[in-house]
């Protein structure tokens, strides 16, 4: 195992955007009223600024995360993560490291919320094993796709 942080590029983002899994794919096609996924992962990675990073492991693709400050809400962070299907092979890891990161966020925003596809279960329950709370559901979109709003607070 070779893990290793970049800073997203747009050569990377782009191959991100190519290798996501089918469940993220979707939740960014619904939120984005079914536009293709590296616009949106551009528009992340640009909002989050200096907050976002890459993963690969010996240079294949694992995932893609930051945090942007909520565009309404002082003092509230927007965490977000997409992923390849390789991340599978990185559950323990991504669980341990994922906590380290979220404390980072948590150095910046003392509170963090977003939404995630009620049906992408992966991502459900990497965010309750960080410690997130669901505190709703709600359809999104034109297409009225359910997601759950999740949140942490220091």
């Known amino acids: 195992m070779n893990l290793e942080l970049h800073k997203p590029t747009d ?15 979707l939740e960014i096609s619904l939120l984005t009223e079914a536009g293709p996924p590296y616009p949106a992962l551009l528009d992340s990675v640009a909002h989050s600024g200096e907050d976002a990073w890459a993963v690969t492991d010996d240079g294949l693709p694992l995932c893609i995360l ?5 565009p309404h809400l002082p003092g509230y962070g927007v965490p977000w993560l997409m992923a390849t299907p390789l991340i599978e092979d990185y559950k323990t ?16 925003y003392p509170s963090l919320a977003n939404i995630v596809y009620q049906h992408n279960r992966e991502s459900i329950v990497l965010l309750k094993r960080l410690g997130f709370d669901f505190i709703s559901l709600t ?13 942490k607070h220091v």
């Open 66 to 70: 930051g945090v942007a400050p909520h």
């Open 139 to 151: 359809n999104v979109g034109s297409l009225n796709a359910p997601f759950y709003t999740f949140v």
């Open 11 to 25: 050569e990377l983002i782009r191959e991100f955007a190519h290798a996501l899994r089918p469940i993220d794919r």
């Open 93 to 108: 890891v991504l669980i341990e490291e994922g906590r380290k990161i979220v404390e980072g966020f948590h150095a910046k």
